[in-house]
């Protein structure tokens, strides 16, 4: 596959299971504000899955669309980072993988609003302001829970602990991602992993959290290896389509 | 002590020029978070350039039960409005 293909594939796979994922808490978050917020920025990051799913079809050229690429891919087709499958268990997992990957994502865009590609420079400086505001709502919540009440500070570490490990997957690259730099498709990439320890490790400090110092780290998510929810998430999403693929609104 | 957030009273200024307005409100931790609460529940459709959030107890009101004595009288005061002047046609509109 054509590594620019392959790139915005594990893009758009990432920004669409997390907004799968958060779209679950449509109706159910704690308060009827955070879920407002939630759906809020599940629709931005479906959004944003379409913008690279569109590069992805055009750049591949063989008359796939978008809908194509979400919902006719099988498991091992899917290229997203292994964190965003991991499951909702609670508000404290969820909020906590949102996080982590704000964390990722904001240095990402950021970097990616220097490409020397025309359309992903372009769907950069869109995305780009939609994740400053995720990275402060979501910065804010940890803090916020994570020196909170004695509760909500071990939910809080529990979630940190448990989906830590995962956090390696979304900076996992290989030879797709350095080809796109020496093109200068992908500059700064290594700024990403600085930006995203720096972050993290302010945020936790200040929400009287620990990073688990186990070293740790789950990937494979970018080659399409993903965790046993994978399948559960796919089913879901794409019963419909796959049911009735002629079906429109 | 009550388990609840408190309440926050919402206001959004639709464009540069106008006023603040009051468009509801909605609970929240702090004035920071409802802040942010107040950017997802009313502005998702361009609806504002710029908020604020009082918290709803800070707000003083009259009993609504005095409404009688506090506003019945101008209602037989017509003439506190300047509508009884003639408008020379060289004004213009006013």
């Known amino acids: 596959m054509d590594p620019l293909v392959t790139f915005c594939l594990r893009m758009g796979d990432t920004t669409l299971i997390l907004g799968q994922q958060t779209a679950a808490w449509c109706g159910h978050a704690p308060v009827l504000e955070e879920d407002i917020a939630f759906a809020?920025?599940?629709?931005?990051?479906?959004?944003?899955?379409?913008?690279?799913?569109?590069?992805?079809?055009?750049?591949?050229?063989?008359?796939?669309?978008?809908?194509?690429?979400?919902?006719?891919?099988?498991e091992r087709q899917f290229l997203n980072a292994q964190l965003v499958e991991r499951p909702n268990v609670d508000f404290a997992h969820?909020?906590?993988r949102q996080y982590l990957f704000d964390a990722w994502h904001l240095p990402m865009q950021e970097a990616l609003c220097e490409s020397g590609f025309e359309s992903i420079h372009d769907l950069a400086q869109k995305s780009v302001k939609e994740v400053r505001y995720h990275i402060d709502r979501s910065r804010d919540l940890i803090v916020r829970l994570g020196d909170g009440s004695e509760e909500s500070r071990a939910k809080m570490q529990g979630a940190l602990d448990a989906l830590w490990p995962y956090a390696a997957d979304l900076m996992a690259t290989d030879e797709?991602?350095?080809?796109?730099?020496?093109?200068?498709?992908?500059?700064?990439?290594?700024?990403v992993r600085t930006a995203f320890e720096a972050e993290t490790a302010a945020t936790m400090s200040r929400a009287t959290l620990e990073i688990p110092g186990t070293g740790h780290a789950r990937i494979g998510g970018r080659t399409g290896i993903h965790t046993e929810t994978m399948g559960y998430i796919l089913a879901e999403m794409q019963s419909i389509p796959r049911s009735?693929?002629?079906?429109?609104? | 002590m009550s388990k609840e957030w408190p309440l926050w009273e919402i206001f959004i200024r639709g464009q540069h020029g106008l006023s603040?307005?009051?468009?509801?409100?909605?609970?929240a931790p702090d004035a920071e978070m409802a802040l942010k609460n107040a950017r997802d529940v009313y502005t998702r459709r361009n609806e504002g350039m710029s908020?604020?959030?009082?918290?709803?107890?800070?707000?003083?009101a009259f009993d609504?039960?005095?409404?009688?004595?506090?506003?019945?009288?101008?209602k037989s005061k017509v003439y506190r409005h300047p509508s009884f002047f003639e408008i020379p046609d060289d004004v213009g509109a006013m």
């Open chain 1, 40 to 74: 809020n920025m599940g629709l931005d990051l479906i959004g944003q899955t379409q913008l690279w799913y569109e590069i992805a079809a055009q750049t591949e050229g063989k008359g796939r669309t978008p809908d194509d690429l979400a919902f006719f891919r099988t």
């Open chain 1, 94 to 96: 969820a909020l906590m």
């Open chain 1, 176 to 191: 797709v991602e350095e080809t796109l730099a020496a093109q200068g498709v992908l500059p700064g990439l290594d700024r």
């Open chain 1, 244 to 249: 009735f693929p002629d079906a429109r609104w």
């Open chain 2, 20 to 27: 603040h307005r009051h468009v509801g409100s909605l609970h």
């Open chain 2, 51 to 60: 908020i604020w959030v009082v918290e709803s107890n800070k707000i003083t």
């Open chain 2, 64 to 74: 609504p039960d005095t409404a009688e004595q506090n506003f019945a009288a101008p």
